[in-house]
């Protein structure tokens, strides 16, 4: 049985878009891939501390909703950030993945450059500050 580690995802797949995004040639595709993928994952980990229920079978979301990449993902974060302590571990700015689609990873590279790939960079890491910090401060 496979159990769902969101925290476990998010800091793999960021290490491994930053890994790509420093290469020489970049692979700037597959990082704007995992740079998404880990943003998704690092806020369903922070989405379970407050309040998103999990399936005990694969640790995959109970709701529908939930079971959605960053580009749904980050409202869905707001909601659960509203109403609990996860107010103070809020996003600074608007939501940077509008343009990020999971069926992405079957483009061609040549689309993608520095200019569409760098707020997504710069969004994983904010997240991954955000959930350093509840680690600690959680206790995890």
């Known amino acids: 049985m496979n ?5 476990n995802a998010h800091y793999r797949h960021l290490s491994d878009a930053d ?19 880990a943003a998704e994952c690092g ?3 922070l989405m379970c501390a407050f309040g998103m229920t999990i399936r005990e079978s694969d640790g995959a979301p109970v709701k529908k909703e939930d079971r959605v990449h960053i580009d749904k993902v980050w409202m869905r974060y707001a909601t659960y950030c509203s109403g609990t302590n ?55």
């Open 19 to 37: 890994l790509l995004f420093r290469n020489k040639p970049s692979r700037l595709a597959n990082a704007d891939h995992l740079y998404g993928m």
């Open 43 to 45: 806020l369903k980990r």
């Open 86 to 140: 996860g107010q103070i571990y809020g996003l600074s700015n608007s939501d940077p993945f509008t343009d990020w689609k999971v069926e992405q990873r079957y483009e061609q590279e040549e689309n993608f450059d520095f200019a569409r790939v760098e707020p997504h960079k710069k969004a994983a890491h904010e997240i991954s500050k955000i959930v350093k910090r509840a680690t600690i401060e959680m206790g995890w």
């Open 3 to 7: 159990i769902a580690d969101f925290l």
